[in-house]
């Protein structure tokens, strides 16, 4: 229904920045919500961001003051601003996607994984 496609990770130096980028399209009514979570090797998946149509933003505690969510609604697109990197940040970063489709269907719908590594 949704076709979620990421780009922007890599690899970067501890303290560096990374910018990620995350288009949907399809099927798509209302983009609701739009965001990042992450995996690490070997523990679950995390929120790191979110943002809703209407700008509000959810950020998880290991990335406020250093990450920024925004997104395009004309373009359906969300960015995620990543400074001050901790090899910690290293994970597959995931977009995530949750709105309506089609004739008004709620439907939510994950990325492939962009992976981001942070080490000297």
């Known amino acids: 229904q949704v076709q979620l496609v990421e780009s922007g990770g890599g690899l970067v130096q501890p303290g560096g920045s990374l910018r990620l980028s995350c288009v949907a399209s399809g099927s798509i009514r209302n983009s609701n919500v739009m965001g990042w979570y992450r995996q690490a090797p070997g523990k679950q998946r995390e929120l790191v961001a979110t943002i809703t149509s209407g700008g509000t933003t959810t950020y998880g505690d290991s990335v406020k003051d250093r990450f920024t969510i925004s997104r395009d609604n004309a373009n359906n697109t969300v960015y995620l601003q990543m400074n001050s990197l901790k090899p910690e940040d290293t994970a597959v970063y995931y977009c995530?996607?949750?709105?309506?489709?089609?004739?008004?269907?709620?439907?939510?719908?994950w990325g492939q994984g962009t992976r981001v590594t942070v080490s000297s």
């Open positions: 995530y996607w949750r709105g309506t489709v089609g004739v008004s269907v709620f439907w939510s719908d």
